[in-house]
């Protein structure tokens, strides 16, 4: 969890700005939070202005009815824009793959991008829920999604839908350098709906 420090001190301000902010995503007033936990209007007011320090299970209770994790309640603010710069990535190595992850996670968070390194053995077929994109920057990539196989040269993309199996693999004896980009559905009922 980026901006988390278990050694530094809570601030209460910061979390109390946290619970309330998620309290009017809701859209409830903090008479509506106290009937949904049984704690009373005032105290809930002052853990949100900062003024009183939260015991674990009111932390917990209001994680509950929130529907996050008690870990999200200490997330860092998402910043408006988060700037990757090139010479600070740094090579992961996984699956047979090297990748350097291009953009940051954050609790709102619907995707991720990567830059990965693709060698000619053969790699582990995935399938999660969302979708992906991806393009060759360098070399040949064969792409393998459900019972079809494309070879893509550098400048092809593809786009496909994540939950299919899929896998890639260099073409050639040569690396092969691609950008995916992944999207997590973060709602999958409304798909049903439209």
């Known amino acids: ?5 278990l050694e530094s001190p809570i601030n209460f301000k910061q979390l109390g700005k946290r619970l309330g902010d998620l309290r009017e ?3 409830w007033t903090l008479d509506e939070l106290a009937a949904r936990t049984g704690l009373s209007l005032s105290y809930l ?8 320090q939260p015991s674990l299970t009111t ?4 994680a509950q009815v929130y529907g996050v994790t008690l870990a999200a309640l200490f997330e860092p603010e998402d910043e408006p824009c988060i700037v990757i710069r090139g010479d600070q990535t740094v090579m992961q190595q ?3 793959l090297r990748y350097a992850k291009l953009s940051r996670r954050s609790r709102d968070a619907s995707l991720q991008a990567l830059r990965i390194t693709v060698g000619t053995n053969e790699i582990v077929r995935y399938a999660h829920e969302g979708e992906e994109w991806l393009y060759v920057l360098s ?5 393998s999604v459900g ?8 400048g092809d993309a593809a786009h496909f839908a994540a939950r299919v199996p899929h896998s890639f693999t260099a073409a050639i004896e040569q690396i092969t ?10 709602h999958p009922l409304l798909t049903s709906y439209l």
Do not use: P, W
Request: charge should be negative.
């Open 147 to 154: 019972d079809e196989h494309h070879e893509l040269s550098a």
């Open 59 to 62: 932390l917990a209770i209001l």
């Open 139 to 143: 070399g040949k990539l064969r792409l």
């Open 177 to 186: 350098e691609i950008l995916i980009v992944a999207c997590v559905t973060k």
């Open 94 to 96: 996984g699956n047979a």
């Open 1 to 5: 969890m980026d901006g988390f420090n």
């Open 25 to 27: 995503s809701q859209q």
């Open 45 to 52: 007011s002052r853990v949100e202005t900062g003024e009183r």
